[in-house]
């Protein structure tokens, strides 16, 4: 139990219900895993390669560092064994740089537009101006409490998830009187039993990443291109890298725990030649 409330503390519900599952096998496989060393845990990667896609083995990985991370905090180990390893495959899915948004169609969905709920009007041009301005995940949106909201400052406070570190964002001169005028009119309203989560849904509770990535569904209708959370923030973090902002600067924008995540969105001249010519080539 101890170990849920130290995951629930940094991540989301189903996050944590996944990693608890991930930790589980793990302990089951090592009897005594604060004995373990790095080569240890090596052995185990490999096991699971075998076994288990990339993407799931990423997922485990994620879920054993958690795991150490909390042994650390418990004094039960010196030293996070699991923090260094990273795996190189995985990249089934790569970044399809030509397919993601300009800055105009990333302006197109900060328009406001007609809600069936008028209630929730605010509320979903906040979630929108979140996704184009600050890139964050759903995960960090669902997660936003009122105390991480510094609107004096202009700041917001983004909690750090099993994939991004913690960060504090500056919030743009318009977010601020949409951020008051949802608190004192539209979040009231919604509001039916007491809570600290930032974003509601017509129902009252706290929203949940179905919720945004049905918000973000609806925006389709108006786009040639697919439209997905993912994409809106991977186009936003191209696009603060094509603007010539430091690398350094952009991957703490996003939270990216390494910088070569970062580096994966930056299109050098011969990338960009590349780029065009697989979507434009006359025998596609």
């Known amino acids: 139990m101890e170990l849920e409330n130290y995951l629930q503390n940094e991540l989301s519900e189903g996050t944590v219900k996944n990693y608890l599952y991930e930790i589980e096998k793990f302990k089951k496989h090592y009897r005594n895993p604060e004995k373990l060393n790095y080569q240890n845990l090596m052995e185990y990667v490999e096991l699971l390669r075998k076994s288990y896609n990339p993407q ?37 899915n790569p970044i399809q740089l030509q397919e993601l948004l300009t800055e105009k169609e990333l302006q197109k969905l900060l328009e406001p537009r007609k809600e069936r709920y008028p209630i929730l009007e605010k509320r979903n041009q906040i979630i929108m101006s979140l996704l184009v301005n600050q890139a964050l995940l759903v995960g960090e949106i669902e997660r936003l409490k009122i105390e991480n909201l510094d609107l004096k400052n202009a700041k917001i406070k983004v909690r750090k998830t099993g994939i991004t570190n913690e960060r504090i964002l500056d919030l743009k001169a318009e977010q601020i ?26 129902l009252g509770s706290a929203i949940t990443k179905d919720d945004i990535n049905y918000l973000v569904s609806t925006y389709q209708k108006g ?18 890298l094509d603007q010539g902002e430091n690398l350094r600067k952009v991957q703490y924008f996003a939270g990216h725990k390494h910088a070569d995540t970062t580096e994966k969105y930056r299109e050098t001249g011969i990338n960009a030649l590349q780029t065009a010519i697989n979507q434009y080539h006359p025998i596609k």
Do not use: H, M
């Not at 697919?226 to 923030?233: A, D, F, H, Q």
């Open 223 to 240: 786009f040639i291109k697919k439209i997905t959370s993912v994409k809106i923030r991977q186009s936003v973090i191209k696009l603060k």
């Open 56 to 92: 799931s083995v990423k997922r485990t990985i994620y879920a054993i560092k958690k795991y150490y991370d909390y042994l650390v905090n418990i004094r039960k180990v010196k030293t996070n064994i699991a923090l260094n390893i990273k795996i190189k495959d995985g990249k089934e």
């Open 177 to 202: 009187l949409l951020f008051y005028e949802y608190l004192k009119e539209e979040r009231e309203k919604l509001e039916r039993q007491k809570t600290s989560f930032f974003l509601l849904n017509k």
